[in-house]
């Protein structure tokens, strides 16, 4: 098994352009997330997927779109990137626990 | 919601214990996590404490959780130089995994 896949592992992209960042996971987890890093913030929550179908904001949700494809995927778009976004995004699907992705390090310019 | 707060940093002689701190303040906290996180990757799950358990013991590790004090901690015996990294502790949610909250992480560094 996989585990729990993203990609890109980096991009840069200038302020207004958009990107999507995928995430996979092949565990057959109901539950998806996404969470970003910044330094001394620990994790904070962007977007979940309770399961296949929903989607709801979390704690810093302004900025990002998400897409719960499949019950594998579940995406996170970045429809207008500011500086401001420039982090590190983890994806995690759940069980017992997060299981997080290896991350994308994003910088905006 | 959920606050969780840890110590910055911690650092250790190699061979001693470590004790990482941390403190929340959801009491309906199902689970609490720890993960651990070594430069340039990921978030990977340690251990977890069910939330009617005082203390759990796993090879090297122990969780120790205080409810009165929402207190909660991580134990490292015999650290080693592969054990410095960022330690996170995590709570929150009804449900294993859900929604968590995580702490700022304490970074331990671990002298030879």
């Known amino acids: 098994n996989a585990g729990v896949t993203q990609t890109p592992k980096f991009q840069v992209l200038k302020t207004g352009q958009s990107m999507t960042l995928q995430c996979a996971q092949d565990m057959n987890h109901n539950s998806m997330y996404w969470y970003r890093q910044d330094p001394g913030m620990g994790l904070r929550l962007i977007y979940y997927s309770a399961s296949e179908g929903t989607t709801d904001k979390g704690e810093v949700p302004n900025g990002y779109n998400v897409s719960r494809l499949n019950k594998r995927e579940f995406s996170l778009r970045l429809e207008s990137a500011a500086p401001s976004q420039t982090s590190v995004y983890f994806c995690?699907?759940?069980?017992?626990?997060?299981?997080f992705g290896p991350g994308t390090r994003l910088l905006v310019l | 919601g959920e606050d969780v707060e840890q110590s910055l940093f911690l650092s250790v002689r190699e061979g001693d214990s470590s004790v990482i701190n941390c403190t929340y303040t959801?009491?309906?906290?199902?689970?609490l996590y720890w993960y651990k996180q070594e430069p340039g990757a990921g978030l990977q799950l340690l251990t977890y404490?069910?939330?009617?358990?005082d203390m759990k013991q796993d090879q090297r590790l122990t969780v120790l959780l205080n409810k009165k004090d929402k207190h909660l901690s991580l134990r490292i015996a015999d650290t080693q130089t592969g054990d410095s990294a960022i330690y996170f502790c995590?709570?929150?949610?009804?449900?294993?995994?859900?929604?968590?909250?995580f702490g700022g992480g304490t970074r331990v560094l671990v002298k030879p």
């Open positions: 959801d009491s309906s906290s199902t689970y």
């Open positions: 995590a709570g929150g949610g009804s449900a294993a995994g859900n929604k968590l909250t």
């Open positions: 404490i069910f939330s009617n358990m």
């Open positions: 995690a699907s759940s069980e017992r626990g997060l299981n």
